[in-house]
C-alpha cells in the first residue's frame, strides 16, 4: 500500500508539473520578449520550484565524455565489464592508452544511483584507470531474478575484484565500507591473488556504536519487525520489478532531507533568488545537485533489512562475527592489503571514529601502511564531492595509492 500511494500522488501531480516546467521554460527564456521582466521572471522561478518538487526513478547520466589530461583533451567512453541482473561492473574507458594504476570504485547500494559519485569519478580519471560498481534499481529488476542480501552484496564486489585482478585498489564510499572491509577479510583468508593492493574506506559504517549518529539512533530505537512492517513495500504492478519487495527510494531521501530540512529549504529558497536575478551559474549548481538529489533508488528488502540487523543493529564486523555463507570474516587475516580511511569533521550521517576503527579492526597490516584522514569542515558528502574532495582529500588517496 506504501508505495501505491506515493505512486498514485506521483500520477496525479504530474499533469501540474508538466505545466509548470513548461511555464518556467518560457518565463525564463531569453527570446521571449516581453517575458524578460522581474514580474515575469518571479512567476517563472515560482513555476520552477513546482515543477522540481517531484522524484525521478531514472538513472542520471555521469556526464563525463571527456577529461583534460596534460594540456590534451581525452575522450572517455561508458563500457560495461561485467554485467549481472543487480549491477554492472562500469569501466570509464579512455580513448589514448595509458598505463595508470586500476581503481574500483565501490558506490553505495542505497537511495540514490551510482552517479552520485559523479564527482569522485571525474576527480580520479586523470590519474586512473577508473571502474565503478553500477548498482541496478531493484524496481526494474524482475522478481525471477531472484533475492540479493548482504551476502550477495560482498559476492558481487568480490567477483568484480576478481574480475579486476592483482594490484587493484578499492576505494569504498559511505555504505559499503562495512561488507567492503568483510570482502577483503574473506579474500585474504584464502590467499586469494586479486587481494586489493590497497583499500580507501571512505565516511562508512564500520564500527556504529562510535559517536552514534541519528541515523544509527533510528536502526537501534526499533526492532527489525518494525522495519519490515513499516518500511518495506512491494513494486506496483507495471514495473518490471513487479511484486518484488523493497525499500522505496522516496523513503530514504524523504529521511535525510528531514535531518537538514532548513537547509534543503534555503537551498531551494536561493534557488528562487538566483532564477529571479539570473544568476545562471549559482542556479545550474543547485539544480545540477538535486537532480541527482531527487533520482532516487529501490533497495532489494534483502539487503536492506539484513544491513539495518547485521550493520547497524548488531554490529557484527565490528564484534568479529561477520559472516559470508557461513564463513567467518578473519580481519587479522588482511596483510597484503594497505588500508586509508577518510572521516569529515562534521559529517552527521556516519561520525568521525566509525570508519577509523577499521584500523583498530586490522592489526596484522604494517602501521606503515596504514594512514587515517580526518578532513576538518565537511560532512557527509564533501568527502567524496566538492572542492575539499578536489583539492585536500583526493591528493591524499592519490598519494597513498602511489605509494601502495
Same mark, same amino acid.
Given at each position: 500500500?506504501?508505495? &501505491?500511494?506515493?505512486?498514485?500522488?506521483?500520477?496525479?501531480?504530474?499533469?501540474?508539473?508538466?505545466?509548470?516546467?513548461?511555464?518556467?521554460?518560457?518565463?525564463? %527564456?531569453?527570446?521571449? +520578449?516581453?517575458?524578460? &521582466?522581474?514580474?515575469?521572471?518571479?512567476?517563472?522561478?515560482?513555476?520552477?520550484?513546482?515543477?522540481?518538487?517531484?522524484?525521478?526513478?531514472?538513472?542520471?547520466?555521469?556526464?563525463?565524455?571527456?577529461?583534460?589530461?596534460?594540456?590534451?583533451?581525452?575522450?572517455?567512453?561508458?563500457?560495461?565489464?561485467?554485467?549481472?541482473?543487480?549491477?554492472?561492473? @562500469?569501466?570509464?574507458?579512455?580513448?589514448?592508452?595509458? =598505463?595508470?594504476?586500476?581503481?574500483?570504485?565501490?558506490?553505495?547500494?542505497?537511495?540514490?544511483?551510482?552517479?552520485?559519485?559523479?564527482?569522485?569519478?571525474?576527480? @580520479? @580519471?586523470?590519474?586512473?584507470?577508473?571502474?565503478?560498481?553500477?548498482? /541496478?534499481?531493484?524496481?526494474?529488476?524482475?522478481?525471477?531474478?531472484?533475492?540479493?542480501?548482504?551476502? %550477495?552484496?560482498?559476492?558481487?564486489?568480490?567477483?568484480?575484484?576478481?574480475?579486476? +585482478?592483482?594490484?587493484?585498489?578499492?576505494? +569504498?564510499?559511505?555504505?559499503?565500507?562495512?561488507?567492503?572491509?568483510?570482502?577483503?577479510? @574473506?579474500?585474504?583468508?584464502?590467499? =586469494?591473488?586479486?587481494?586489493?593492493?590497497?583499500?580507501?574506506?571512505?565516511?562508512?559504517?564500520?564500527?556504529?556504536?562510535?559517536?552514534?549518529?541519528?541515523?544509527?539512533?533510528?536502526?537501534?530505537?526499533?526492532?527489525?519487525?518494525?522495519?519490515?512492517?513499516?518500511?518495506?513495500?512491494?513494486?506496483?504492478?507495471?514495473?518490471?520489478?513487479? #511484486?518484488?519487495?523493497?525499500?522505496?527510494?522516496?523513503?530514504?531521501?524523504?529521511?535525510?532531507?528531514?535531518?537538514?530540512?532548513?537547509?534543503?529549504?534555503?537551498?531551494?529558497?536561493?534557488?528562487?533568488?538566483?532564477?529571479? #536575478? !539570473?544568476?545562471?551559474?549559482?542556479?545550474?549548481?543547485?539544480?545540477?545537485?538535486?537532480?541527482?538529489?531527487?533520482?532516487?533508488?529501490?533497495?532489494?528488502?534483502?539487503?536492506?533489512?539484513?544491513?539495518?540487523?547485521?550493520?547497524?543493529?548488531?554490529? #557484527?564486523? !565490528?564484534?568479529?562475527?561477520?559472516?559470508?555463507?557461513?564463513?567467518?570474516?578473519?580481519?587479522?587475516?588482511?596483510?597484503?592489503?594497505?588500508?586509508?580511511?577518510?572521516?569529515?569533521? /562534521?559529517?552527521?550521517?556516519? $561520525?568521525?571514529?566509525?570508519?577509523? !576503527?577499521?584500523?583498530?579492526?586490522?592489526?596484522?597490516?604494517?602501521?606503515?601502511?596504514?594512514?587515517?584522514?580526518?578532513?576538518?569542515?565537511?560532512?557527509?558528502?564533501?568527502?567524496?564531492?566538492?572542492?575539499?574532495?578536489? =583539492?585536500?582529500?583526493?591528493?591524499?588517496?592519490?598519494?597513498?595509492?602511489?605509494? $601502495?
Amino acid at each position: 500500500m506504501l508505495y &501505491n500511494a506515493y505512486q498514485a500522488r506521483q500520477d496525479f501531480l504530474a499533469p501540474l508539473r508538466i505545466y509548470a516546467d513548461l511555464t518556467a521554460a518560457v518565463l525564463r %527564456d531569453p527570446m521571449a +520578449g516581453p517575458w524578460g &521582466n522581474l514580474f515575469a521572471r518571479t512567476m517563472g522561478a515560482a513555476a520552477e520550484l513546482i515543477a522540481r518538487s517531484g522524484l525521478t526513478h531514472e538513472r542520471p547520466s555521469y556526464d563525463i565524455s571527456d577529461i583534460k589530461l596534460a594540456g590534451n583533451v581525452v575522450q572517455i567512453s561508458e563500457e560495461p565489464a561485467l554485467e549481472t541482473p543487480f549491477g554492472t561492473l @562500469l569501466h570509464f574507458r579512455k580513448s589514448i592508452s595509458l =598505463n595508470q594504476k586500476r581503481v574500483l570504485l565501490v558506490a553505495p547500494l542505497a537511495g540514490h544511483f551510482a552517479t552520485l559519485l559523479r564527482d569522485t569519478v571525474r576527480t @580520479l @580519471l586523470p590519474e586512473h584507470d577508473v571502474f565503478i560498481t553500477d548498482w /541496478n534499481n531493484a524496481r526494474d529488476i524482475p522478481r525471477d531474478k531472484g533475492a540479493f542480501g548482504l551476502d %550477495d552484496y560482498v559476492e558481487h564486489v568480490m567477483r568484480f575484484i576478481e574480475y579486476l +585482478g592483482p594490484d587493484t585498489h578499492v576505494i +569504498g564510499v559511505c555504505q559499503p565500507c562495512n561488507a567492503l572491509l568483510a570482502t577483503v577479510a @574473506l579474500m585474504a583468508q584464502t590467499d =586469494n591473488p586479486a587481494q586489493p593492493r590497497s583499500l580507501t574506506l571512505m565516511a562508512g559504517p564500520v564500527d556504529t556504536r562510535i559517536n552514534p549518529t541519528v541515523v544509527n539512533y533510528l536502526a537501534t530505537d526499533h526492532p527489525l519487525e518494525w522495519f519490515e512492517k513499516n518500511l518495506i513495500s512491494p513494486v506496483p504492478a507495471r514495473y518490471k520489478g513487479a #511484486h518484488r519487495r523493497v525499500y522505496p527510494g522516496f523513503l530514504q531521501v524523504s529521511g535525510f532531507m528531514s535531518m537538514n530540512l532548513p537547509r534543503h529549504i534555503r537551498a531551494h529558497l536561493d534557488l528562487f533568488e538566483h532564477v529571479i #536575478h !539570473a544568476r545562471d551559474d549559482k542556479a545550474a549548481a543547485t539544480r545540477n545537485f538535486y537532480d541527482e538529489y531527487f533520482a532516487v533508488f529501490d533497495m532489494p528488502a534483502e539487503f536492506y533489512l539484513e544491513t539495518v540487523e547485521r550493520v547497524f543493529q548488531d554490529n #557484527h564486523l !565490528a564484534r568479529g562475527k561477520f559472516k559470508w555463507r557461513g564463513q567467518l570474516a578473519d580481519l587479522g587475516a588482511i596483510k597484503k592489503t594497505a588500508l586509508l580511511t577518510v572521516e569529515g569533521e /562534521n559529517d552527521d550521517i556516519c $561520525a568521525p571514529g566509525q570508519t577509523e !576503527a577499521a584500523h583498530a579492526l586490522t592489526p596484522n597490516i604494517k602501521p606503515n601502511r596504514k594512514r587515517h584522514h580526518l578532513q576538518k569542515s565537511v560532512g557527509h558528502y564533501g568527502v567524496f564531492a566538492g572542492h575539499r574532495w578536489q =583539492n585536500e582529500i583526493y591528493p591524499i588517496v592519490r598519494d597513498f595509492i602511489a605509494k $601502495a
